[in-house]
């Protein structure tokens, strides 16, 4: 089972850009579909994109999809999520997570979690 690690996460002023990263250990990643999740205080784990193992690749609220990039380097293990024009409602703690082949935008389908990564977007 892959172990995976976020980082990248931190303040930044609306219309920023960051980039967080998703490190996995103790597999490959090329047969897995990692997804980025994120919570908001007060509110329900949402997926935001997912990746699948032949590099398909699903948004799921129609917010990012203009915004957001997901990217990944098996090789390097890392799965990348670039985050431009950045918004005060994207404020949440971003999670990755993992599963075989294919996406999904169901938490509970997934095994694997990172321990998350706070991004905060604000003034």
């Known amino acids: 089972q892959v172990q995976l690690v976020e980082s990248g996460g931190g303040l930044v002023q609306p219309g920023g850009s960051l980039r967080l990263s998703c490190a996995a250990s103790?597999?490959?990643?090329?047969?897995?579909?990692i997804a980025w999740f994120r919570q908001a205080p007060g509110k329900d784990r949402e997926g935001v994109v997912c990746?699948?193992?032949?590099?398909?690749?699903?948004y799921y609220p129609d917010s990012v999809k203009d915004r957001f990039t997901i990217s990944r380097d098996n090789a390097k293990k890392t799965v990348y999520l670039q985050m431009n024009s950045l918004k005060p409602e994207d404020t949440a703690v971003y999670y990755c997570?993992?599963?075989?082949?294919?996406?999904?935008?169901?938490?509970?389908?997934?095994?694997?979690w990172g321990q998350g990564t706070q991004v905060t977007v604000s003034s």
């Open positions: 990746i699948d193992n032949s590099d398909g690749i699903a």
């Open positions: 997570a993992a599963r075989y082949f294919s996406c999904s935008a169901l938490s509970s389908d997934f095994p694997s």
């Open positions: 103790g597999d490959t990643l090329d047969y897995y579909a």
